[in-house]
């Protein structure tokens, strides 16, 4: 499998985390954690459920990530996550170092490359607009039902 390929297939498994949070009236963004190839952890947002502004998808998943392998870097593995992170996540990324991170689609109101691109660790690499119509879709029909 080529690496865009992989990389579609990943995102496309954040999406299901995506419908996961849909069907718990969640803002429908999803994450997986992969390492070695094989996913270490799945995510979705649950700011709702758990009344907790911190409760991302990202955040979700590095806790998940660090949990099964025992320790608190991330630099061996890829966060995929269908929408640009905001910039708590892309701090939690910085300090879990990740060693690399993919998004679906940009957030122009909250992405973190709003703020700062240098928010990440200097060793992580990025990819942006994976599936990115898909993964705005999901989330731009949310907000026009909540309107």
Partial sequence: MGKEKEHE????????????ALQKNEVPIGAVIVCN???ISRAHNLTETLGDPTAHAEMQAITAATNYIGGKYLNQCTLYVTIEPCA??????HWAQLGGLVFGAPDPKRGFTQ???KILHPKTFTIANVLS???????????????
């Fill in 9 to 20: 297939f990943f995102m496309r498994e954040a999406l299901k985390e995506a419908q996961k």
């Fill in 37 to 39: 190839g094989r996913i």
């Fill in 88 to 93: 708590m996540c892309a701090g939690a990324i």
């Fill in 115 to 117: 703020f700062s691109s």
């Fill in 133 to 147: 119509e898909e993964c705005s879709s999901i989330v731009t029909s949310f907000f026009s039902r909540k309107r």
